[in-house]
Every structure is written in structure tokens, then in C-alpha cells.
């Protein structure tokens, strides 16, 4: 970790990461894909879904990234008792909050989808799919936390075979579920709940294996300074995905209120094969990105600041050349990446459509803030991290899914992400100078 030539680490660390972290969005994407074949309100109700699903990858990742960036930090100080204990707390804390997630969401299950903007058509739907989805919340939010604790080891191989073996699962369960089986909209919720537990299984052995920092009960000694530490490293993504769950909630009321008359399930529907469509490209940049988090973990606490830096540029400029090539093949390809969701709906497509190349012309922008943001939080600059974690969904989206649309309408709406991401990017350049000067300037030892 503090010899190899970095653009050599990084991409070592890259490939299982990216290979996890496009698995992990695969779960959404496959189930949209095959619930698109029974109707447009069907999709629709997977979509207004996905805000909770957005809560559960905001409990694992703060617990992940908070516990996962301490004991690399640990590791490369050679503190490894300390390193045993984190693991073991963020471990069995998103697990016991799964726990009263799943018991207070399930007896008010109808007043949950309504709550995250199901329209009145819609909620049987997303009901039928939101339930098993609760009942799996206690291991998904600590999978995704082992994912991250053995990702920022320098161990994701451990954490690709968990993810992806639970992802072909899932794809192997939903048609059989869905269709052969019939169980339509609770097949899909079934299959990535049952997948989703084999993953947990096969992350959680993945902590017994190599060096990997093993899971003990034993070592679950929760106190305030573990979770001090926690917060300090996993708050950024904690509020990440909290505004992302509240950017979802307003896209499902807003594209519901300015949708055509009656076509209020379409517009819904295409809105959330968007979001699932560019979370699945962001999913892959993410996933790079994330290759250089555990070498700047070790050689930051290794004192190495170069290296630091050379991560920290290497993974910008390479997660930016790709984004351009996918944004480049989603701008043209738009309508038939629409119709693979479904195909059958015209108002859905044209929707979904514009709001896809709007996305894509910006979407090379992200990468800088994204890249930041993750220095930051492994540097353990929570406030800076914090701020631009927040910056997409929260300072700049949420005020233009409310202001775009009284002027433009539903044009509004297919904007406001593309009018978020340029602010965020404009938001993210100061930071990125300064940080990039500040260790230019740190002596090496």
C-alpha cells in the first residue's frame, strides 16, 4: 500500500470496487428491467421504492465508510485491537437499526409509500414491493457496511464475491419468481431480499479470510469515541445518501404533480428508470474512485502525502474520461435505453428521454466533487467532506426541483438535476485547488 507505483494500486483496488459497487446498483436496474414487462404501474411502484432503499444504503454506508476509514487508518498505524473493534461495532450497529426499521416500517407499510409520493394507483405496487424489502433491511444496511470495512482494507476482492454472487441471484430469481412462479411486483421484492441475504453470508465469511480485520461480538464495545469516529469519517455519506432519500421522495411528488393529465404513473415511472439508469453509470465511476480511498487511508496515516495526491489525481482524471464516454452513449442512445424498462408506454419514453440527455450533458461534471469529497472524508476532514457530500442532492437539487418546475413544468423537472450538477461542480473547484496545494506543501516522511 505505501510502495506500489499508484496508478498500479489504484487500479487493482478499482476493479473489484467498481465490479461491487455496479453489482450493488444492478439489484435496481435487473428488477426494473423485468417488473417493466407487467405494466407501467408496476415500475412506477418500484420506483417510489427507491427512496427507502436510498435510507438503507444511508445507514450502511455511514457505518461503512465511518468504520471502514478508521481502521485503515489503524491498520496502517498498526493499531489492530483497535482496528477489531471498530469493525465489530460498525458491524452489529446497522444491523440492530435494520432491526427497528423493519418493525416500525412494516404495520405502516401504506402510509410509508404514500409518504415517499406514491400516487393513489401506484401504492398496492410499491407496497407489494417495499415489504420484503423491509424485512431484509437489518442485512442489507450491514452488508453494504462489511462491503466498505473489507473494501477500505485493501481486501474488495473479499466484498466483489459477496456482491456479485447475490446480484446473479438475483437475476437468476426474478424471472422465476415474477413470471413462472407469478408473483409479479413481490417476486422482484422476494428475489432481492433472498439474494441480498445470501451476499451478507458470503461478505460475512469474507471477514474470516486472509487478513481480512474478523467480525467478533466479542469485540463489540460500543462507546462515544468509537462512534465519534464513525460520525467523523461515515457523516459525509450519511448526509449523501440522507438528501439522496429526500431528492427522491420530491422527484416522485414532482413528477407526479406536473406529469400530463393521467399520465401521472408514467412520468413517475420514467423518472425512476433515470435515476436507475445514471445510478448504475455513477455506480461504475463511484466504484474507481473508491480504488484510491484505501491507499489514501494507509499513506496518509503512513504519513506518504505524495502518494496522497497521485491517488487523488489518478482517480479524477481517469473516473472523468469515462463518464464522458457513458454520458456520450446515454445522450444518443436515450430513447432505446428508455424502452428497455418498458417499451410499451410512448409518454414514459419521450419523458424519460429528455430527462436522460439533460442528465448526460453534465454528467462528466460530477467526478470532481465526488472525488473530493471522498479525500476529504479519508483525510478526516468532515466539515469540507460534509459540504460537499451534501452539495448535489441537498444545496442544489432539492432548490431546483421546487423552483424549475413554477417556471418550466415538467421541463423543470427533467432539468433539475442537470442544473444541480453544474453547481455543485462550480461548488467543488475552490476546494479541489486548495486541497491539492495544501499537500503539495506536506513534507513526506
Known amino acids: 500500500m505505501t510502495e506500489t507505483p499508484v496508478p498500479k494500486l489504484v487500479l487493482r483496488l478499482a476493479i473489484p470496487s467498481m465490479v461491487s459497487m455496479v453489482v450493488t446498483a444492478l439489484y435496481n436496474v435487473v428488477d426494473a428491467a423485468f417488473v417493466g414487462h407487467l405494466s407501467t404501474e408496476a415500475t412506477a411502484g418500484i420506483g417510489i421504492s427507491f427512496a427507502y432503499m436510498t435510507f438503507i444504503q444511508a445507514i450502511g454506508f455511514f457505518f461503512g465508510h465511518g468504520s471502514g ?45 404514500v409518504l415517499l409520493g406514491a400516487p393513489v394507483n401506484v401504492v398496492p405496487y410499491a407496497c407489494n414491493y417495499l415489504r420484503y424489502i423491509l424485512i431484509a433491511s437489518p442485512l442489507m444496511m450491514s452488508a453494504l457496511t462489511l462491503n466498505n470495512q473489507l473494501r477500505l482494507q485493501g481486501n474488495a476482492r473479499f466484498g466483489m464475491i459477496g456482491i456479485v454472487s447475490g446480484a446473479l441471484l438475483n437475476i437468476a430469481l426474478d424471472p422465476l419468481l415474477i413470471f413462472t412462479l407469478d408473483l409479479g411486483v413481490t417476486g422482484a421484492s422476494l428475489a432481492t431480499a433472498i439474494s441480498q441475504t445470501f451476499a451478507w453470508c458470503l461478505l460475512l465469511w469474507g471477514t474470516t479470510r486472509g487478513e481480512s480485520v474478523h467480525i467478533s461480538f466479542r469485540n463489540f ?42 399520465q401521472e404513473a408514467s412520468s413517475v415511472a420514467a423518472f425512476a428508470i433515470v435515476s436507475r439508469t445514471t445510478m448504475f453509470a455513477f455506480s461504475l465511476i463511484l466504484g474507481f474512485i473508491q480504488g484510491f480511498q484505501p491507499v489514501c487511508g494507509f499513506n496518509y496515516g503512513a504519513h506518504k502525502y505524495r502518494r496522497v495526491k497521485q491517488s487523488y489525481l489518478f482517480a479524477y482524471s481517469v473516473s472523468t474520461l469515462m463518464l464522458v464516454v457513458l454520458s456520450l452513449v446515454g445522450f444518443v442512445f436515450a430513447p432505446q435505453i ?108
Not at 224 to 253: K, T
Open 221 to 262: 464495545k460500543p462507546s462515544l469515541a468509537c462512534y465519534r469516529e464513525i460520525v467523523a469519517g461515515g457523516l459525509p455519506s450519511l448526509c449523501r445518501q440522507a438528501f439522496n432519500c429526500a431528492a427522491a421522495i420530491m422527484l416522485n411528488y414532482a413528477a407526479s404533480k406536473y406529469a400530463p393529465a393521467g
Open 338 to 445: 428508455i424502452a428497455i424498462f418498458r417499451d410499451e408506454d410512448p409518454v414514459l419514453i419521450e419523458i424519460g428521454s429528455r430527462a436522460l440527455r439533460w442528465q448526460c450533458i453534465v454528467f462528466p461534471l460530477v467526478t470532481l466533487g465526488t472525488a473530493t469529497n471522498m479525500l476529504f472524508q479519508n483525510i478526516r476532514m468532515p466539515f469540507r467532506s460534509t459540504l460537499l457530500s451534501i452539495g448535489r442532492q441537498g444545496l442544489f437539487f432539492i432548490p431546483a426541483i421546487l423552483i424549475l418546475p413554477l417556471f418550466f413544468g415538467l421541463h423543470g423537472v427533467e432539468m433539475a438535476q442537470a442544473v444541480a450538477d453544474v453547481c455543485t461542480f462550480a461548488l467543488s473547484v475552490p476546494f479541489a485547488v486548495w486541497i491539492t496545494r495544501k499537500l503539495s506543501n506536506l513534507v513526506d516522511e
Open 69 to 113: 476509514n478508521h481502521i485503515s487508518r489503524a491498520l496502517g498505524a498498526r493499531r489492530y485491537e483497535d482496528a477489531g473493534v471498530m469493525a465489530a461495532v460498525g458491524f452489529f450497529s446497522p444491523l440492530f437499526i435494520g432491526i427497528v426499521a423493519a418493525l416500525v416500517g412494516l404495520p405502516l407499510l401504506p402510509q410509508l409509500v
